[in-house]
C-alpha cells in the first residue's frame, strides 16, 4: 500500500504540476523549482522512480494488484488523452492548460525561500528556446532573424518585435521597425532596458511562458513514456494470464531438430562404411552428383554432417571422418586387404535378413 501512495503522490506532481508565477522575478516556479533550472535529469528521475514504483506493482498470486493496475492504466491513458489535446506551440494553450491546474497560482507575488540570480540567456545556445518563443507569440520563424545580424543583434530584434507586439512601439516614434536597418536607433532598447520599465516587465514574462512551454513539453514526455511502459507490463500479464498448456516446449523443439536425434549404430565404423557403400551399390539410394564432388565424396560428407553414432571401446562417438573407412573398401589396393572384413559383414548381414524373412513367414494376420 506505501508503494501505491507514493506512486499516486509522483504521479499527481506530473497530472497536476504546482505552477506560480512570482512577479518579484517574472519567473514561473514548477513544483517549486525554476522553471529555467530544471534540466533534462530531473524529468528522467521521475520516470525512472514511477516506472520502479509500476513495476512493484504486479503480484501474479494477487489477482487485487492486476486489478489495480488496470484501473491505474485507465486512469493514466485518460491524463494522457487530455494532454495530447494541447499544442505548447500556442500561447492560447499554454494558458488555458494552466487554468485547468487546482495547484496553479499564477497571481502569486511573494518570492520563493531559495535565492535566485536574474539568468542572462545564451542566444547561440537556446536556439531552440528561440524558436520556441517565437512561435508561442507568432512572430514569424527564427531563420528570418539570422541573415548578417551578430547574436546579440539578433536578440536585440526579436527583443524588439516582441516589444512592439504589445504597444509599445510608440516610443521615440519607433511605429515601424525595420529589422534589417543597422542603424537602428538602440534609444527604444535602453528605455526597454530599464529596471521595471513596462517594456521590460512584458519582456520577461514572454521569457516565462517560453521556459514554461518547453518544460511542460518534457512533463508530457513522461507522461507518454509511463503510458506507453503501462502498456506493455499490461500486455505481458495478459499474455501470461491466458497461457494455457504449452505451446511449445523446448524438448519438441530438440525431438523436432536432426541434429538432436542420435542415430547409433551397432556396428563398427569400418562396418558402417561397408554397409552404405553396399547398399549404394546394389541402388538401394541413389546420390545426385554436385559439381566437382564425386558420389562417393558426397556420401563421406554426408555421413559425416549426419548425427549418427557408433559404440568404439565402449564409449559413444559420432561417426566423423569416415574417409579412411571408405578407402578401405573402395580403394583397390586396401579393399583387397580388407575383404575378408567385408564379406564376414555382408554374410552375417544377410543371415540376419533371413532370419527376418523366416519371422515375417511365421507371423498370423
Not at 511502459?229 to 504449452?246: A, P, Q, V
Not at 573402395?330 to 533371413?354: A, C, Q, S, W
Request: hydrophobic share 35%.
Amino acid at each position: 500500500m506505501k508503494n501505491i501512495i507514493e506512486l499516486n503522490a509522483e504521479l499527481e506532481k506530473l497530472y497536476n504540476p504546482n505552477i506560480e508565477y512570482i512577479f518579484d522575478y517574472n519567473k514561473f516556479l514548477l513544483n517549486g523549482l525554476w522553471v529555467d533550472e530544471i534540466n533534462l535529469s530531473y524529468f528522467k528521475n521521475i520516470e525512472e522512480r514511477i516506472k520502479d514504483k509500476v513495476h512493484a506493482i504486479p503480484d501474479l498470486e494477487n489477482s487485487l494488484s492486476y486489478k489495480y493496475l488496470e484501473v491505474f492504466y485507465q486512469d493514466h491513458l485518460k491524463k494522457y488523452n487530455f494532454i495530447t489535446n494541447i499544442d505548447l506551440d500556442k500561447l492560447v494553450d499554454v494558458i488555458e492548460y494552466l487554468e485547468t491546474l487546482p495547484n496553479s497560482n499564477k497571481l502569486a507575488s511573494k518570492a520563493p525561500s531559495q535565492s535566485f540570480d536574474i539568468i542572462e540567456y545564451d542566444f547561440e545556445s537556446y536556439e531552440w528556446f528561440y524558436r520556441r518563443m517565437l512561435s508561442l507569440y507568432e512572430l514569424g520563424d527564427y531563420d528570418d532573424y539570422i541573415g548578417g545580424n551578430s547574436l546579440d543583434e539578433i536578440k536585440d530584434n526579436i527583443d524588439l518585435v516582441m516589444i512592439k507586439k504589445f504597444g509599445y512601439d510608440s516610443f521615440d516614434q519607433k511605429n515601424d521597425l525595420d529589422l534589417n536597418d543597422s542603424n537602428i536607433d538602440k534609444s527604444m532598447i535602453d528605455f526597454i532596458n530599464e529596471q521595471d520599465s513596462p517594456p521590460l516587465v512584458k519582456l520577461k514574462e514572454c521569457y516565462a511562458y517560453t521556459w514554461l512551454s518547453l518544460r511542460l513539453e518534457m512533463n508530457f514526455e513522461v507522461i507518454k513514456s509511463i503510458a506507453n511502459y503501462l502498456e506493455y507490463l499490461l500486455s505481458f500479464i495478459k499474455k501470461f494470464e491466458s497461457f494455457g498448456k504449452d505451446e511449445l516446449t523446448l524438448e519438441e523443439i530438440n525431438e523436432s531438430d536432426p541434429k538432436n536425434i542420435k542415430f547409433e549404430f551397432k556396428i563398427s565404423k569400418k562396418e558402417i562404411a561397408i554397409l552404405f557403400k553396399s547398399l549404394k551399390d546394389i541402388n538401394v539410394f541413389h546420390i545426385e552428383k554436385n559439381g566437382y564432388m564425386s558420389e562417393q565424396t558426397q556420401l563421406i560428407k554426408y555421413i559425416d554432417n549426419a548425427n549418427m553414432y557408433f559404440t568404439h571401446n565402449g564409449e559413444l562417438k559420432p561417426v566423423k571422418g569416415i574417409t579412411k573407412e571408405f578407402a578401405k573398401v573402395y580403394g583397390h589396393d586396401e579393399r583387397v586387404m580388407n575383404l575378408p572384413i567385408e564379406k564376414k559383414f555382408l554374410k552375417g548381414l544377410v543371415k540376419n535378413l533371413t532370419e527376418r524373412i523366416k519371422e515375417i513367414d511365421s507371423e498370423e494376420f
